[in-house]
T-cell receptor
């Protein structure tokens, strides 16, 4: 079964600084990988996803993520954060090809922005 | 033009009561989901329906019963509410089933059982 780990519970970065959120997954083959963002009091919004092909994936809001098979990682990056990026970020992994396959979410990383 | 909407947004109730949460999507999607997010923000799937048929049913107490009257609606009824049911419940939808489909989430229903 697949699993996903987000090692950082809470990260604080200064506005304008670069950001990297870590995500490690466990699965025997190449899984489907996702990053979602949850703003306070809101539902989740998809930032980007990786299925195959180019291992550097561009998403919305200036985010990107890189799939590294050798490290079983799918870290999320942004070159310069804005105060509006403060939110909870979830990495997720999906595996399998049946209609009953499901996405497993990590425990989330809360991002705070220092003015 | 809310894509996935849930009602109510907040629900405060006593232990032992029965309550329902409604979800509607206007995206024309075939597949809908219920997720539970606990106090530690851990998000876990509960159920999934495709074209009104149940396709995912996780290990959820049978006090929880989903109902899909049509493709655009997926409701969640909870009997005999317990303190541990306090959580945020998210509805989501996707074009079709399978992990390759992007899921669109509703704003959540915050349930507090006293």
């Amino acid at each position: 079964a697949q699993s996903v780990t987000q090692p950082d519970i809470h990260i604080t970065v200064s506005e304008g600084a670069s950001l990297e959120l870590r995500c490690n997954y466990s699965y025997g083959a190449t899984p489907y990988l996702f990053w979602y963002v949850q703003s306070p009091g809101q539902g989740l919004q998809l930032l980007l996803k990786y299925f195959s092909g180019d291992t550097l994936v561009q998403g919305i809001k200036g985010f990107e993520a890189e799939f590294k098979r050798s490290q079983s990682s799918f870290n999320l990056r942004k070159p310069s954060v804005h105060w509006s990026d403060a939110a909870e970020y979830f990495c997720a992994v999906g595996a399998g090809y049946s209609s009953a396959s499901k996405i497993i979410f990590g425990s989330g990383t809360r991002l705070s922005i220092r003015p | 033009d809310t894509a996935v909407s849930q009602t109510p947004k907040y629900l405060v109730t006593q232990m032992g009561n029965d309550k329902s949460i409604k979800c509607e999507q206007n995206l024309g999607h075939d597949t809908m989901y219920w997720y539970k997010q606990d106090s530690k923000k851990f998000l876990k799937i509960m159920f999934s329906y495709n074209n009104k048929e149940l396709i995912i049913n996780e290990t959820v107490p049978n006090r929880f019963s989903p109902k899909s009257p049509d493709k655009a609606h997926l409701n969640l009824h909870i009997n005999s509410l317990e303190l541990g049911d306090s959580a945020v419940y998210f509805c989501a939808s996707s074009q079709g089933p399978g992990v390759q489909e992007t899921q669109y989430f509703g704003p959540g229903t915050r349930l507090l059982v006293l």
